[in-house]
């Protein structure tokens, strides 16, 4: 018996977060400290995290990393930037010019350790030549806005981009660079975390164009042009990679089994959905709620509650002038799929706590949120048909709220189906 299902669905994704907080998982991951030079480098909304992890087994480090504007870390020797995410801003720029700075000159005994986790490829920002910040910065939005899958939209941002796609790997040539990553993407491919800037990459600059053209994206007629010339992007087989090793350490996978862990202990029979999910978060919400559905309906007394945990990265396909992120608009979906069928509960957030451009982590649902929504006088049709999730959720009060989590391992999505009484 689950005397209270919300409790138990937050205390679900407080575990995921818990497990991927790189001052609990990082430290195993170090080699000893080498002898020589040593610089650390790193973006991404755990990055300051993983440097205080860092320097909490090194000690004092020389080096500079970058991070979302409230997810800093107090660090002894590592100088922490903050700077803006989703969308980057001349404090990333200034510190993206300094970054690479620091890697100029390196010699062969030189040891540079980078911190990459997702949000890099919003926080490293060094357009290529013929390209501005506020160029960079419309097409950065238009992609968010897209609804691109992610894989593609950072193709795009790759190739516009001098440090992105194995380039800032290439700067510190030829020092040794260990490259320690948390996952955040689809699949856990290295070189989609952050737009891969320690990876190597085989796309080209017309991919790139083929994208925006697929998704219909509006861009200046510079960032054109700057794909039709070319791009630094580093071909995998580059010569300056050679002493690279990329190593992905934390991924959604192992924050939804330690998820798991937890339900099975409540008593729950789990059914995992794949850590890799992407699509719209609406159509993937009614393929879920459909689902749910139908084990519900199969359920007698006495039977265990079943949990459904999936990860990966949904995208929003922006319609109208809401304020909303997938995981809200996921819930919200689900909410309206399942019309307050009995005994379902659910959650979808963000494990970096910020679903959209929203301070927001995501959702919590039950039976009765239509009902709230209508004492409340919300109408819950209108708000997903405005993309306004986010004030949906605030007016019922079933937001979820944590502040900076200092990780990110992407979505985490959990529907819970109790057995009739």
């Given at each position: ?48 995290r993983m440097a205080e992890a860092v320097e909490a ?226 159509e993937v919400a009614e393929a879920q709620a459909q ?125 819970l189906i109790l057995p009739p009484a």
């Open positions: 018996m689950i005397a209270d299902p919300a409790l138990l669905l937050r205390s679900l994704f407080d575990r995921a977060v818990e497990v991927a907080d790189p001052m609990r998982s990082l430290a195993g991951h170090l080699p000893p400290r080498p002898s020589g030079r040593v610089v650390v480098v790193g973006a991404g909304k755990a990055s300051a087994e090194w000690g004092p480090c020389e080096g500079l990393v970058l991070t979302r504007y409230g997810y800093g870390r107090p660090c002894r020797g590592i100088e922490i930037v903050e700077a803006a995410h989703p969308v980057p801003d001349a404090a990333g720029l200034a510190a993206t010019a300094r970054m690479l700075t620091l890697l100029e000159g390196l010699g062969e005994g030189d040891f540079v350790l980078a911190l990459i986790s997702g949000g890099a490829s919003a926080l490293l920002v060094a357009p290529r030549e013929g390209v501005t910040l506020a160029e960079k910065q419309a097409v950065n939005a238009a992609l968010l806005a897209s609804g691109a899958p992610i894989d593609r939209m950072n193709t795009v941002r790759k190739h516009l981009s001098r440090v992105k796609g194995g380039q800032l790997a290439a700067a510190a040539h030829p020092a040794q660079m260990l490259v320690l990553m948390i996952s955040d993407v689809p699949g856990d491919d290295p070189a989609f975390i952050g737009s891969g800037p320690t990876v190597g990459d085989a796309s080209t600059p017309a991919d790139a164009l083929a994208v925006l053209d697929q998704w219909q994206i509006p861009v200046p007629d510079s960032v054109l042009a700057s794909l039709r010339a070319g791009s630094g992007v580093v071909p995998p087989d580059d010569a300056r990679l050679a002493r690279v090793a990329n190593r992905i350490y934390a991924a959604p996978v192992q924050s939804l089994n330690a998820a798991a862990e937890i339900a099975r202990a409540a008593g729950c029979e789990v059914q995992m959905l794949g850590d890799a999910l992407e699509g719209e978060a609406r689902k749910a559905l139908r084990i519900g309906a199969g359920l007698r007394a006495g039977d265990a509650p079943v949990l459904l945990l999936s990860g990966g990265e949904l995208t929003v396909t922006r319609r109208g002038d809401g304020i909303g992120g997938p995981n809200a608009e996921f819930s919200l979906a689900l909410a309206l799929a399942l019309r307050g069928a009995s005994g379902i509960h659910a959650i979808a957030c963000d494990t970096d706590g910020v679903d959209g451009a929203a301070e927001v982590a995501g959702a919590l649902i039950g039976p009765d949120i239509l009902a709230r929504a209508t004492a409340a006088g919300v109408d819950a049709e209108a708000a997903l048909a405005r993309n306004d999730a986010h004030s949906f959720f605030a007016a019922v009060n079933g937001q979820v709220v944590t502040g900076p989590t200092l990780t990110n391992v992407n979505d985490f999505r959990a529907i």
